[in-house]
């Protein structure tokens, strides 16, 4: 099909363009949609298909089928415009309320919309500044480290002293359910009384009780649902059976040999040296990645991402995973137990990734505009041939007349975006785990 494509002005979002096909093009259209009522309905007097037009026009009406054969072109002609545009449609593309029926022996023009990404500008275009954990394993992320490694080894005393509960204590309880907390009824439970281990009601509800002592602990908590929110009461009963507290080993020359088998402390963190070091030459280029993008989206001159674009990103981010839980053999509902969450928990988690997507992705866009980034043939082919393509001419031909070649063309304008901010990034060396720690003493 050989069309072309004028592009207009972008408004709200949306390419303006004027779509032209040639006569020979809509003669071919007219001659199909002809040949498919034929085909289709069985028209007294005439064979299957063999149904000539002015009876098809008598019975069906001409202007029905010119209708179909404008339908046929449009379909046809879309993955062409993409083409020629280089864009990639963010929804369906609108061609008005109004448009005629093609008509045999002329060009056929029409003024279309295609709903394309938002942009947006940055504050700055110069390289992100981040800061990054060292190469090497430090002293504090051995100490974290070996703390978890010790965690496993954790025991649980009861406290002698006769006292109220306090924040940080782990405690013994029974709940009952009074309203909504069917899942967390049990009996003989162990139950930490720190925030973040429990919600902060139940945490708030438990400080200063007694050992023996009943507490009725409830709460409302809100639940989005598309466009609309409601609530939700929760009631419980917990009773303390018993305060204990966190007994974790020490390390020591004895217990490194008999339950870790190191021979020595020293031998201990040096291995566990070596396997930081291990995880974190494959794990900072990425996280690197993650940073320089971070803080160029917080460049972004816009005060929120356009909710149809954001919603785009969902329903994208939504399908990838569906589609990979299946090829797992996985349900949504085991996926969701498996991480003890909600659907409502997950779709807002689901909303708020998506939003920072959104977000990374437009300031990709804003360093390809601003630096005339390009993907090249060569790099077309380099990217078919990486994703292992037997036949890259016959891929490439493909992704081309399915109009899906500028979505590649993005991906490769967008690496070299995001592998120039991380090549050029002003980088900080700085022992987070070693930071964190001193921030949490204060």
């Not at 020359?253 to 963190?269: C, H, I, L």
């Not at 566990?272 to 070091?277: A, G, N, Q, R």
């Not at 909600?342 to 992705?361: C, G, K, P, V, Y």
Request: proline share 4%; hydrophobic share 40%; net charge negative.
């Amino acid at each position: 099909m050989n069309i072309t494509v004028t592009a207009g002005d972008i408004a709200d979002d949306m390419q303006a363009a004027t779509l032209t096909i040639p006569a020979a093009d809509v003669d071919a259209a007219v001659k199909k949609a002809y040949k498919d009522v034929a085909a289709k309905y069985n028209f007294q007097g005439f064979r299957r298909g063999h149904t000539p037009r002015p009876v098809i026009d008598s019975i069906v009406g001409r202007e029905g089928v010119l209708a179909q054969a404008t339908n046929d072109l449009m379909e046809a002609a879309e993955p062409h415009m993409f083409e020629q545009l280089d864009i990639v449609p963010m929804g369906e593309v609108d061609y008005g309320e109004d448009n005629p029926v093609v008509k045999e022996g002329a060009d056929y023009t029409i003024e279309v919309k295609v709903p394309v990404r938002p942009t947006a500008t940055l504050s700055s275009y110069d390289a992100p500044a981040i800061e990054m954990p060292p190469a090497e394993a430090t002293e504090a992320e051995i100490d974290q480290q070996i703390e978890q490694l010790l965690s496993f080894r954790t025991t649980y005393e009861d406290i002698e002293e006769d006292r109220a509960t306090q924040e940080g204590d782990f405690l013994m309880v029974d709940i009952e359910n009074v309203e909504n907390c069917e899942q967390l009824e049990s009996k003989g439970r162990m139950l930490s009384l720190k925030k973040g281990d429990a919600p902060d009601q139940i945490v708030e509800g438990l400080v200063g009780a007694a050992k023996g002592e009943t507490k009725e602990i409830a709460w409302d908590e809100t639940h989005e649902h598309g466009d609309h929110t409601h609530e939700t009461h929760l009631a419980m009963k917990v009773t303390v059976n018993a305060i204990r507290k966190a007994v974790v080993p020490e390390v020591t020359e004895d217990n490194v040999k008999t339950d870790y088998g190191f021979d020595s402390v020293e031998a201990m963190r040096d291995a566990v040296k070596l396997e930081i070091e291990k995880e974190k030459e494959n794990q900072l280029p990425e996280l690197k990645e993650e940073r320089a993008l971070n803080a160029m989206a917080e460049r972004l001159e816009l005060e929120e991402v356009p909710e149809a674009y954001v919603n785009s990103v969902f329903n994208e981010t939504a399908q990838q995973i569906m589609g990979q839980l299946s090829r797992q053999g996985q349900s949504l509902d085991q996926f969701l137990a498996m991480r003890g969450i909600t659907a409502d928990q997950f779709i807002a988690d689901l909303r708020e990734q998506s939003e920072e997507r959104a977000r990374q992705s437009m300031a990709l866009d804003a360093v390809v505009a601003q630096q005339g980034i390009e993907a090249t043939d060569e790099d077309i082919r380099a990217e078919f041939e990486r994703a292992g393509s037997e036949d890259v001419d016959k891929s490439i031909a493909d992704f081309r007349d399915a109009g899906q070649l500028p979505a590649v063309r993005d991906s490769i304008k967008r690496n070299k975006a995001l592998t120039w901010m991380t090549d050029n990034a002003e980088v900080t060396i700085v022992d987070e785990i070693a930071k964190r720690r001193e921030t949490d003493a204060e």
